[in-house]
Each structure stands twice: as C-alpha cells, then as structure tokens.
C-alpha cells in the first residue's frame, strides 16, 4: 500500500462547476498537507499549504484536512478551463528536512 | 535568481552513456530536493540536501546515481551507465525549512 493514495483520473469537468479532489494516507505523523498544480511540461507549483486539521480558503480554492480519518480535499469553486492541470497532494511530517510524500496526482480537465 | 533553474531542459542519450542534470537553487533557500516523475507515476523522491549536512540519498534507486551540491549552491545529479527505465522527468526543488517547495521545471531525461 502507498502511504499517499490519489485517484489519477482524469477527471472532466464544465466550466463553473465545483470540483473535489481527494487523498488519502496512512502516516498519522503527517502534520503539512500541500496541493501542487502541475501544468503539462511544467515543474508542479505550490497551491495551497496547510498545517494540521482544518480549513484553508484562498480565493476560489479551499483545502479541507481531517487527520482523524487521514482524507485531505482541495475543492475548486467556479472551475476555468486554466485550472485544467494535474493537481498533486503532498505531505510531511517536517522530519528529514521536510521531506515531502507525493500522490500520484489527479488530470482534470475544465471544458468551455 | 528568481526560480530554479533546471538544465538541460531535454537529454536524449544512449544506453550505458553517462549524463550529467544541473540544478541552481534559488538564493537563499538552504534545502535542495532531486525527485523522479515516471508517466503516470508520482514524484519519487531521490535525495535531498540540507547545508553542509550529509545528503540524505536513501531514494536514489542504484548505485549508478550520484548527487552533489557545491558550495551549499547548484547541484548535479549524475546517472551512469543509463538504461532506458531511467526515462523519466527529473525535476529538482528547493525550499526554507517548513515552508512549500518551488520547483524547476524538469529535465525530461529519455534513453534510447
């Protein structure tokens, strides 16, 4: 089993919906949760970054974490077709350096 | 700089030849991380360095990967006698402890 589970898709979508994209993981030591975006032939860049449980709102993007069930979810309000990417959910549990555990990433694509 | 810079950005080579990936961190960032991506595989981490502390290489998948960082700055990371399932997306990252990863954009590496 993977320590970090991601559904790889693709997921499609139309313009304006909301989507969820979800992990899953089985380190209870993970305490940083992060959601990269990855545009094709590009490095992935950092989304969203959270520390522990709870709600994080930034603009249309809203990662939600619950480590009692180890699930971490990054909702996308008001979808464009420029969020069409692979979005990656990462985490550490700041030893090592921060060493970060990636998912496999999820392909969603936003139509007009 | 203003990113990290990842160079070449593409390298074809031939089975058992030797290939050499650079990566300039950004300024100021003490961490540096080498991770692979696989098509359709997640970011496998390789090796990550930390100041002047011995790297930590326990990802680097053979003994014929190497990395080095000169003067706590730009990196290399060293295959030889590459084989074609080193194919794959290198992509370098650097970061102040704690906070997210910024990402090159990748040396997309393919041996044929």
């Known amino acids: 089993q993977k320590e970090v589970e991601q559904d790889p898709g693709p997921l499609s979508v139309p313009e304006g919906a909301i989507v969820s994209l979800n992990c899953t993981y089985s380190?209870?030591?993970?305490?940083?949760f992060m959601w990269y975006r990855q545009y094709s032939r590009k490095g992935p860049e950092l989304l969203m970054y959270?520390?522990?449980?709870g709600n994080k709102e930034d603009g249309r993007f809203t990662a939600q974490v619950d480590k009692s069930s180890k699930y971490i979810s990054l909702f996308i309000r008001d979808s464009q077709p420029s969020d069409s990417a692979t979005y990656l959910c990462?985490?550490?549990?700041?030893?090592?350096?921060?060493?970060?555990?990636f998912g496999a990433g999820t392909r969603l694509f936003v139509k007009a | 700089g203003a990113g990290v810079s990842q160079s070449p950005s593409n390298k074809v080579t031939e089975k058992g030849k030797d290939v050499e990936l650079r990566c300039d961190p950004i300024?100021?960032?003490?961490?540096l991380y080498w991770y692979r991506q696989s098509l359709g595989q997640g970011l496998e981490f390789l090796i990550y360095?930390?100041?002047?502390?011995?790297?930590?290489k326990s990802g680097l998948p053979s003994d014929r990967f190497s990395a080095e960082r000169t003067g706590g700055s730009v990196s290399t990371l060293t295959i030889q006698r590459t084989q074609q399932e080193d194919s794959a997306v290198y992509l370098c990252?650097?970061?102040?402890?704690?906070?997210?990863?910024?990402f090159g954009s990748g040396t997309r590496l393919t041996v044929v």
């Open positions: 990252a650097s970061n102040r402890i704690g906070y997210g990863y910024t």
């Open positions: 360095f930390q100041g002047n502390s011995a790297p930590d």
């Open positions: 990462a985490m550490s549990d700041g030893t090592g350096g921060f060493k970060t555990i």
């Open positions: 300024s100021g960032h003490t961490a």
């Open positions: 959270t520390y522990s449980s």
């Open positions: 380190n209870s030591a993970f305490q940083y």
